[in-house]
């Protein structure tokens, strides 16, 4: 740190990124990337872009938009695009809170949350989740303060229908409800259709994971036309460009291949099944993951002694050493040929134990 960085950054705790090792092939597990390429379509679209590089993209992504707003049966006027999710999160965070408004969320959730809600000076609370890890959709009845709800959650993919998520929305009419919806596309309910009936609903997705796209940054949120125009003002004053065009191409493409999506997805929740019941058999503990990984603690190894055993082996998942969850490791779920490695691994390491 330089004696220049000024006095409200100095406190900040960055977020940290799952590692992204170089030095061996390991099998990623840790990030939840999807193990499937991006379409073919998406490709070919961001390769013919390059060629106008020399050009500024659309400040107003009016093709992708456009598109996205069809998929998601709302008018255009109603999206927002964004350099991945995590850039419309900050975006809410900058525009709905402030000393008065906090910024309110399960103490158990996606860690960016906490990061955006220092970097922006905003006070936070945190809503402890039941015993169970499931959310205390009650405690949030009054919230006082901007909510923040990942559904379904992260690290231990457990997602709330619908109608519960709606409780929420109805009951904070003077505040802004925002849905990070990441995982959803692997088996979660949407809460798209509710942003028609309610105006301070914001629901937020990604490109990243069920799309294959973690590495072009793409995000967007759905709401009220009056909360578009909110975040569009943040982006305009942050950064008009925020969506390169090669990005923008590659989403037209991706959107323009629903059936490589929906097959991806299909594949992805085969093999969470295949790989949840293996390991229960192997006499693992594990949530109702309706995402694209698993959160999962054995009955006698340990979190991170399971984290260490599997890295050391070339597998990489994700361990967070925060007290209630440190028993558990979220591990990605990808192909079907890593999910068997992942399982031989695992039985090789309980083997030796013995
Ligand atoms: C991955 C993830 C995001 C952000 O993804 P982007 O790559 O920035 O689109 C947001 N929320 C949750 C809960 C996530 O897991």
Same mark, same amino acid.
């Given at each position: ?29 840790? %990030?939840?990337?999807?193990?499937? #390429? ?9 390769? @013919? /872009?390059? &060629? *106008? =590089? ?91 303060? %901007?909510?923040?709800?990942?559904? #379904? ?9 619908? @109608? /519960?998520? &709606? *409780? =929420? ?186």
């Amino acid at each position: 740190m330089s004696k220049f960085l000024t006095e409200k950054y100095q406190k900040l705790k960055p977020y940290t990124p799952g590692e992204q090792p170089k030095e061996r092939e390991y099998i990623k597990l840790n %990030t939840n990337e999807s193990p499937f #390429p991006p379409s073919v379509q998406a490709i070919e679209r961001a390769k @013919a /872009e390059a &060629e *106008k =590089l020399m050009l500024y993209p659309d400040p107003e992504c009016k093709e992708l938009a456009g598109l996205l707003a069809e998929k998601c049966g709302v008018t255009p006027d109603r999206v927002i695009l964004t350099n991945g999710s995590d850039e419309v999160l900050n975006f809410a965070f900058m525009a709905y809170c402030d000393e008065r408004t906090p910024a309110v969320f399960a103490d158990i959730t996606y860690g960016f949350y906490k990061v955006f809600a220092d970097l922006n000076g905003v006070p936070y609370r945190e809503i402890p989740l039941k015993e169970d890890f499931s959310l205390c959709v009650d405690e949030y009845m009054t919230a006082d303060g %901007t909510v923040f709800i990942a559904n #379904p959650n992260a690290p231990t993919g457990l997602a709330l229908p619908r @109608a /519960e998520i &709606e *409780k =929420l929305v109805a009951a904070n009419p003077s505040r802004v409800v925002v849905v990070d919806e990441a995982y959803v596309d692997f088996g979660g309910e949407s809460c798209i259709p509710l942003t028609e009936k309610y105006e301070n609903l914001l629901v937020v997705q990604t490109f990243s994971k069920s799309r294959s796209m973690a590495g072009a940054r793409l995000g967007f949120g759905v709401g009220s036309p009056a909360l578009i125009e909110d975040l569009t003002r943040v982006r305009y004053s942050t950064n008009p460009y925020n969506v390169n065009k090669m990005t923008m191409a590659a989403g037209i493409g991706a959107l323009s291949d629903e059936e490589y999506f929906k097959e991806n997805c299909r594949k992805i929740v085969e093999n969470r099944a295949w790989t949840a019941a293996e390991l229960t058999k192997l006499g693992f503990a594990l949530t109702d993951s309706k995402t694209n990984f698993l959160f999962a603690k054995h009955e006698k190894l340990g979190g991170e002694e399971l984290y260490q055993e599997l890295k050391a082996r070339g597998v990489l998942v994700r361990h967070f050493s925060s007290e209630p969850i440190k028993e558990y490791n979220r591990i990605t779920v990808g192909s079907r040929k890593q999910m068997e490695i992942l399982m031989s691994t695992i039985k090789t390491i309980l083997e030796e134990r013995k």
